[in-house]
């Protein structure tokens, strides 16, 4: 299809299945910052799914014109737009009844479709649309979805409660991104000559980054493990003042193993005279003391080198032996 008549043209597409969604826009052009683009068809559509209805007539009545849409299982089937409406309506009464344009747009809203010139209008417009809505189910929207007997001409109306009729396009709108369907987004996929610019200075400068860091890796290595050496042995100098702070690891070993030697030797010096029968409550190490701390009958406790002995109700006796 030859558009070049038309001039510059803004089209995007989408593949849905087995279908093909290109919308084509002349005379628009978008912001240059913009995120996404999407066409009152596919806002209005979009309703079906807030109202949970997949199949659903939608009448569109604004001031310039009349949208039909029909949604099966919640996606656009088919539309038309009749470029008449609530100005196309005042300027009928205005030239059958020879008044101004505000007493025709009083006219229009006090009376509704009881007036003959109102009736015939609407009747007109709907028969430009060609569909057939006596068996369907009717969403209106729009400023002139408001006038007085309208919903008389269909079985079944709905009404959107998020918003105010005027609205509805705008509301189906901003639910372009809650629900995938199949409209088109306009997002921009190519990227510009200043993007590719900017790209390439980013890339280029964390090339050099990445290379300069591999060059600089064992420079790196070693001034962190100097740095790390020399707080390793300012912090053994500190808790330790009268040991030379070299090999700082291997001193703390050996620190740890006469640590743990220490304890079992003090262990072994308690646990090797307690008769058998005795029970041992608490044991503590602290300090290079070993605390014992138990209960023992009568018979028993004269053959224990305590430090400390005390009768409990029970009769036995608890005692607490410390050796150094």
Sequence with gaps: YEVEEYGKVLWDFKLVGDFYYLVLARDFNPPEDFFSLD???F???????????????????????????????YELDRYRVVLKGGNYLNERIQKDFRVSFDEAEKIKI??????????????EILSNIGAQFADKEVLLSGGLSKLKGLEDLFKSVLRIPYCEPELTSAFGASL????????PTFKKEEISPKERKLLVVFVGLATTVFIS????KDFLKKEIMKTLNQQKKE???AKFPDLPSVMVEEQLKNMKERKQSKFLELMYTVLKDLPEGVKIYRIEFKNSYLKLVGEAPESFIKNIKADSIRKTPEGNYEFEVVVR
């Design 39 to 41: 066409c009152e068809i």
């Design 213 to 216: 860091y591999l060059l600089s």
């Design 43 to 73: 806002s209005l559509a979009r309703i079906s799914r807030v109202l949970r209805k997949p199949n659903l007539v939608i009448l569109d009545l604004g001031k310039r014109k009349t949208t039909f849409i029909e949604v099966k299982n």
């Design 110 to 123: 006090e009376e509704g479709m009881s007036n003959s010139t109102v009736k015939k209008v609407i009747e």
């Design 176 to 183: 372009k991104f809650v629900f995938k369907d199949n409209s």
């Design 235 to 237: 912090l053994f100098s």
